[in-house]
């Protein structure tokens, strides 16, 4: 039996996986050098520079700066991988994979628009301008007026409202109120805390799930006070670990996922 490769999961985690899997255990907590060839994975040995292994399945939990060509070899590789490595290559990019939920879910309006780099764009309404790839409430600012773009950017109008995330964990799912101290909302705030489930918001989120193939998964939308509902943006690789609840049921997916013949 080959090894099952852990990228981005933390100490805490990766022993307690290490513990309940019944086969070897390569752990990373960044980003591994690794090689694809033909139908086999390898990753670089963790004690021997040069030296590389095969491995049968991986399980991915992070978001890197420069792991786009990561995952995109992950999928060429076409190998187990949780959650699905094409599916993770979709969404990793910000405008690219907002393009792609906007053709899967139900609430995707209003429409987006689009500033390139060095273009000024002018709006008479509060709006949002998201640039860059990062994902943990970067690169994001909110403005009324003239906007200068100085890398491609995408434009969409701030809607006042409750933020949501659906996030799915296998078959379990929990609807979480996210909270900040000013306009940006997360899941990492204080206040940030479990409501009930939103019988439509988890439709949409178990179809975006489904279409990308992703066993865990969390999607932001935002609820206006006339309780319409808005996709924010799809998250690939979810925190799993804000909430005990959630860490436990990724832990027992992990391992069901890893023994699974």
Request: with cysteine; charged share 25%; hydrophobic share 45%.
């Amino acid at each position: 039996m080959n090894a099952i490769l852990l990228v981005g999961l933390d100490e805490p985690e990766t022993t307690e996986l290490r513990a309940r899997l019944n086969r070897p255990v390569i752990a990373y907590e960044n980003l591994p050098r690794i090689q694809v060839d033909g139908g086999t994975l390898l990753v670089e040995h963790p004690h021997r520079m040069n030296q590389f292994i095969s491995v049968d399945r991986v399980v991915f939990h992070a978001i890197f700066e420069d792991d786009h060509d990561f995952l995109t070899a992950l999928a060429l590789w076409d190998g187990p991988c949780l959650p699905a490595a094409c599916g993770m290559m979709d969404l990793r990019l910000r405008i690219p994979g907002l393009v792609h939920a906007l053709a899967v879910t139900r609430f995707g309006a209003p429409p987006r628009s689009y500033a390139d780099r060095g273009s000024t764009v002018d709006r008479p309404t509060p709006h949002v301008a998201k640039w860059g790839n990062w994902h943990c409430g970067e690169d994001k600012a909110r403005f009324t007026g003239p906007w200068r773009a100085e890398v491609p950017t995408l434009i969409e109008p701030f809607l006042e409202g409750d933020a949501v995330r659906i996030i799915l964990v296998g078959d379990r799912a929990w609807q979480v109120r996210m909270t900040g101290d000013d306009w940006l909302k997360s899941v990492h705030h204080r206040d940030a805390a479990f409501m009930p489930l939103d019988s439509e918001l988890l439709d949409d989120t178990r179809q975006l799930a489904a279409h990308f193939g992703l066993a865990t998964i969390g999607v932001d939308y935002i609820v206006t006070p006339e309780n319409t509902r808005h996709l924010l943006e799809v998250n690939h690789v979810p925190n799993v670990t804000v909430f005990p609840e959630v860490r436990a049921a990724y832990l027992d997916l992990v391992a069901a996922w890893a023994d699974d013949r």
